[in-house]
């Protein structure tokens, strides 16, 4: 899935495709798991197998489960099975799944012998129900983030990479157990699962590779060279994984899914903190929200496979909430970069849909776990019209009365958060610009347009030149900083300005700032405004330099507006002299006329 074997246009629709499959899978489980098991509860064999994942190695490999505990009710217990002894299930599928109330499972012993078990009811325990609900709440931002950036950048490898490792994330909802039937949707939604959870880890080592790989440094070279080895062993793992699936016996899974899961983690690693260690600006910025998003979705998981971290509560494994702590985490953190630093070359527009649409569906999912609440303890031992009724109507009525308002409240308090700083100085940037139409001197709208650049960025230091006739630019207003007093007809700054009219930030000399706006009309570049690095070290976002560039282009026009009218003033005050003069004259030459005619 290379950029160069699969056109843009046709990957857009492969990932849409591939991600409303999953949803439908997902989809699909959450119906019978919501709409009947953890409301009615499940059958339950009442065995406790050596099944989790860490605790026996081999138990990776082989559907072969050992019986480490029998409650004197199971169906096991009753047909004479002992702890100790091993045991398959016949579709192998099911030692992952949670069966319905009274359904038959077929079970073969280690000494040949079959048996036909009857899941005896039981309630879905606290541990069960925060797992199946944590997985669910992290599925939905996992498959947002998939589309969105599949979808809005189809062209460049990295976010090929970026959107299948979310692609896997989200079928991380089926890690543990599912409800669904064994030859229903959900069972197609494990045997995706187990093959992507190694391949999660190859997705994020590519896409962390290839992320601004032109800005990197001499630890990529040797990462790249490492890939090569590390791509084969991560597809032979997957494959060798979906084997073991349909139910083959894998002997040693552990070694190449280990070796695939953790080299995937160290290439990950290691390149981005080189990409943070050899970046600059904008682009180590968002290395840092990568380090630090990324790993808090990527360590946790690894924990899982540590037995001697495998301790119990009363909501479940401490490594499984810590899986689902830092997943939520992870989503908050990319959030919060996409919009405040653009981590993912995202339209703006975008980046706010994806982090409010996150809002908006765990808002959603509280609501449906209220419900749950409200059916599963308030309506629990009541039948009729009436419990059904309030079950149903109330969270309903909950939901049409408060999401509204909470929604907003929730947008509000988001963008308060993320966007607070930034819309106060835009506010007070665009009043700036709305009162330069009351500004009677050019030299106070240069000097006004220097200071409030330089508040807006947060004393970061701005600069604004004015042509000159030769074409060269002088330094007309400066505000905390050091910029050269003289740009040249020939600068390089000058030259490619002339040409783009754009706002540029490379190409620019050392002492030149990091960011150059021109101040342009009619075509004809007019001046050149330079702002210089912020203090704090944040970069000039793409959505700031837009604002910028229409501040200083709206100053411009002003600035050729009042010019106009001081060289109407100049050209009036300079007919006022001359009637002046002409009045002066007149009147010397009519006194030297009399005095003539006054002599002898």
Known sequence: MHGWRIPASVWKWLILLMAGGLAVLVASELHVG????????????????????????????????????????????????????????????????????????????????????????????????????????????????????????????????????????????????????????????????????????????????????????????WLAHAMRFYRPLALASAAYTAWFALGHEAPWLWVPSTLSIGGGALILFLSLVDGWRSGRGDLRQRYRWLVLG?????????????????????????????????????????????????????????????????????????????????????????????????????????????????HARVEHAVHAVVFRRWAAREAQLREWLAAIVHIRSSDTLVAGLAAALDRFGDHAGSAVYLRLPDGGFALAASATGRFPPRIGPNDPLAVLLRADLAPTRHQLPQDAGVLALPMCHRAQLHGIVLLGARPNGESWRPDEITLLADTASQAGLGLQALRVDELQQAVGSLHAQVRRRSVELQAAAGRRRFGMDALP
Not at 182 to 205: H, I, T
Not at 354 to 368: H, K
């Open 34 to 221: 919501l709409g009947a098991r953890l409301p009615d509860g499940e059958g339950s064999l009442r065995v406790t197998l050596e099944d989790q994942l860490g605790a026996r190695p081999q138990g990776l490999g082989t559907h072969w489960l050992t019986v480490a505990a029998l409650d004197p009710r199971s169906p096991l217990a009753a047909a004479g099975v002992r702890p100790g002894e091993r045991l398959r299930f016949d579709r192998p599928l099911d030692r992952w799944r949670r069966f319905a109330p009274g359904e038959r499972v077929d079970v073969t012993l280690d000494s040949g012998r079959s048996l036909r078990l009857t899941a005896l009811p039981t309630p879905v325990g606290l541990a069960d129900r925060t797992d199946y609900i944590g997985r669910t709440l992290i599925v939905f931002p996992a498959l947002l983030f998939t589309l969105a950036i599949g979808w809005h950048q189809p062209a460049q490898r990295a976010y090929r990479s970026l959107s299948m490792m979310f692609l896997a994330m989200s079928a991380a909802f089926f890690y543990s157990f599912w409800f669904g039937a064994a030859d229903g949707p959900s069972a197609l939604g494990k045997l995706v699962q187990l093959p992507l959870n190694c391949l999660a880890w190859y997705f994020a080592a590519d896409f962390a590779l290839h992320y601004a790989a032109q800005h990197t440094g001499h630890l990529r070279h």
């Open 294 to 406: 990324l790993m808090c979705g990527g360590v946790p998981p690894l924990l899982t496979m540590l037995p001697w971290l495998d301790w119990e509560t009363g909501l479940g494994r401490i490594t499984v909430l810590a899986y689902f702590g830092g997943q939520f985490l992870t989503y908050c953190l990319l959030g919060y970069a996409v919009m405040r630093y653009r981590v993912f070359d995202f339209y703006l527009a975008v980046n706010r849909v994806v982090v409010f649409g996150v809002v908006s569906l765990l808002l959603l999912c509280t609501f449906g776990m209220l419900q749950h609440w409200v059916a599963h303890h308030v309506s629990a031992g009541h039948s009729g019209f009436g419990w059904q009724l309030l079950s149903d109507a109330a969270p309903a009525v909950l939901v049409f009365l408060v999401f509204n308002k909470l």
